[in-house]
């Protein structure tokens, strides 16, 4: 059974959803005002190992769904400050709302890149405006929210347990808000957090808004995501994802506006969140020039698979360093693992499953190796371990390469490196190639060699050439 930190009971849990052989996930997602980094890459690579674990190994059927923070949003956490989308649009001289659509494309352009399988609903958050205002009117009426004429707020003195969430006192939190300019009088206590937005005073230009039973405005961050979570997964879920930042507002404040809303406790059974990446030992920062994008890991020569591999070996509940340094160490494991695992030239059955009740007929050697690599990933996610178990199977001088095979080709579904892709680079081939390259993989498995041969002849015309292997084909710039 899969056991992971609970960052609310902060102890390691066995994870026992709600419904029998379902889980309902809800990760917090990007903010699209801004290129997506490699720290992001991070959070959403730790969701996706977690996800595939549950699914792969535990067998479960995982509902995932995922927000697009595309309404302008304060550039602080606390409700101060410019707002973040319409600061992205004025430096692109677009509206917000194509630096909004700009940015969600280029967001999962990136997270494809990564191999990340796509969560089963995307839901943007300027979609779901009426779902937020009723969730919002509930909290009203249960009595813990209040209108001002500035804004409708939460009352965080009404919900019970508010300064006790991920063990923060509402002093330590307070502290935080003192640093920020409140520049509402009306609100009652300072760690009052927006529900909704007026389009007055210094909103009174804001792009995007509105119509509400409060006035023309818009939502707070927060609401976006109780809204959606309860309208796709429920009043209560089984796991809720988010980066570290999320520990101190974001996430206390969803969990009270939906227990406030519901009445039901807890909103959320099991809470995941990732510390953060950092570049050498600092905050990644446009100042420092060291906020990188997967793109700019391509540009120098490294695969997003190697950058992925680099995030297995550093696990989620520790801070992660990148340095180019350690990029040029990783990226060689990763060749190398990929490499041994190429060199069995073996073919047929890999593809059966060798984890749970529907496992194939395992022989003793494999069957130890499989429990070692379900040991480590069920022990809090236990990823460079798991990685180590793979390599050792691929050493080992007592197994087949069909079971080699096999077995690496399973635990692959769970790490999604792309160990059984030739070419993990990222190239750009245009579709009129890739269109040539099926056709000729079709007169091949047909044995039409004469015409194959031409197909092959026109792919070169165009400035690509293609190599066969025993498993596939490999498409390069010529
Ligand atoms: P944002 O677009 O800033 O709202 O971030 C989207 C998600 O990425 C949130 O869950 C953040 O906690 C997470 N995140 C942002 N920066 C980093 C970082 N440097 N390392 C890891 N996760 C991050
Ligand atoms: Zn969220």
């Known amino acids: 059974m899969l056991k992971i930190f609970n960052s609310l009971s902060k102890n390691i849990e066995e994870f026992k959803p709600i419904k029998l052989g379902e889980v309902g996930m809800y990760a917090c997602g990007p903010t699209v005002y801004d290129y997506p980094h490699i720290g992001h890459g991070r959070k959403y690579v730790n969701d996706d190992v977690l996800k595939r674990v549950l699914e792969v190994v535990e067998g479960y059927k995982v509902e995932h769904v995922q927000n697009i923070t595309d309404v302008g949003h304060l550039v602080s956490d606390a409700d101060e400050g410019e707002d973040k989308l319409e600061k992205g649009a004025k430096k692109a001289g677009k509206t917000v709302w194509e630096v909004a659509q700009e940015f969600t494309d280029y967001f999962l352009k990136e997270m494809d890149s990564l191999n990340i399988i796509r969560p089963d609903i995307e839901c943007k958050a300027t979609d779901h405006i009426p ?180 995030y297995l070996s550093a696990h989620y509940r520790k801070q992660m360093n990148f340095s180019w340094e350690g990029m040029e160490g990783v990226s060689n494991s990763y060749k190398k693992l990929k490499k041994e695992f190429l060199s069995l030239r073996v073919e047929g059955g890999q593809d059966k499953n060798v984890f749970g009740k529907n496992a194939v007929e395992l022989s003793g050697r494999e069957t130890y190796f499989r429990d070692e690599f379900v040991n480590a990933v069920e022990n809090d996610l236990n990823m460079s371990e798991a990685l180590a178990v793979a390599r050792a199977v691929l050493k080992d001088d007592i197994l087949s390469s069909f079971e080699k095979r096999r077995l690496v080709e399973n635990f692959d579904k769970v790490f999604g490196l792309k160990l059984s892709e030739h070419d993990d680079m990222p190239i750009e081939v245009p579709a009129e190639v890739t269109e040539l390259v099926n056709k000729r993989e079709e007169m091949r498995k047909s044995k039409q060699w004469a015409e194959s041969d031409s197909l092959r002849l026109e792919i070169e015309k165009l400035g690509y050439k293609v190599s066969d292997f025993f498993d596939g084909v490999k498409v390069e710039k010529i």
């Open 131 to 310: 779902e937020q205002v009723e969730l919002i009117k509930k909290i009203i009426e249960n009595g813990y929210g209040y209108d001002t004429a500035e804004a409708v707020y939460f009352d965080v003195t009404k919900f019970e347990d508010y300064g006790k969430l991920f063990g923060q006192s509402l002093e330590d939190k307070l502290v935080g808000v003192r640093e920020e300019v409140v520049t509402d009088n009306s609100k009652k206590h300072p760690a009052d957090f927006a529900l909704w937005f007026k389009r007055v005073g210094k909103y009174a230009d804001h792009v995007m808004h509105w119509e509400s039973p409060w006035g023309d405005g818009f939502p707070g961050w927060h609401i976006e995501c109780s809204a959606m979570s309860m309208k796709y997964l429920g009043e209560q879920i089984d796991l809720h994802t988010g980066g570290e930042d999320h520990l101190s507002i974001h996430h206390p404040n969803e969990i009270a506006q939906s227990e406030a809303a519901t009445g039901k406790k807890p909103f959320v059974k099991y809470w995941f969140h990732s510390l953060f990446l950092a570049v050498d030992g600092k905050k990644m920062s446009k100042s420092l020039g060291n906020v990188y994008k997967v793109a700019d890991i391509v540009e120098k020569g490294f695969s997003p698979m190697a950058l992925r591999y680099y």
